[in-house]
Nanobody
Framework: QVQLVESGGGLVQAGGSLKLSCTPSRSIAVINGMAWYRQTPGNRREWVASVVSGGATNYADSVKERFFISRDYAKIAVYLQMSSLKPEDTAVYYC?????????WGQGTQVTVSS
């Protein structure tokens, strides 16, 4: 199993930045891939960005060139650096890990962008 703990959410004005952190209970090196998703009330959880074990990253079109996903093996953490935030980025952000073909989720962290 993998436990995931997110942090870094909060309230920010449009155009601002936030950095989310996700700390898994296992080394990142053994996890196939990690990703960030987000969800707003009444909507399905939406994929935002992902990084696989080889290092390749992918982003949803809505966040390309504004969000950046990275890993820190020493600190055993995955980050989502969010810049040029927009009100439509407001959501609960969830960290996801795929380990041995099983998906694990964190508890989520709220990001609110005011206009």
């Amino acid at each position: 199993q993998v436990q995931l703990v997110e942090s870094g959410g909060g309230l920010v004005q449009a155009g601002g930045s936030l950095k989310l952190s996700c700390t898994p209970s296992r080394s990142i090196a053994v996890i196939n891939g990690m990703a960030w998703y987000r969800q707003t009330p009444g909507n399905r959880r939406e994929w935002v960005a992902s990084v696989v074990s080889g290092g390749a990253t992918n982003y949803a079109d809505s966040v390309k060139e504004r969000f950046f996903i990275s890993r820190d093996y020493a600190k055993i953490a995955v980050y989502l650096q969010m810049s040029s935030l927009k009100p439509e980025d407001t959501a609960v952000y969830y960290c996801n890990a795929n380990y041995l073909k099983v998906n694990y989720w964190g508890q989520g962290t709220q990001v609110t962008v005011s206009s």
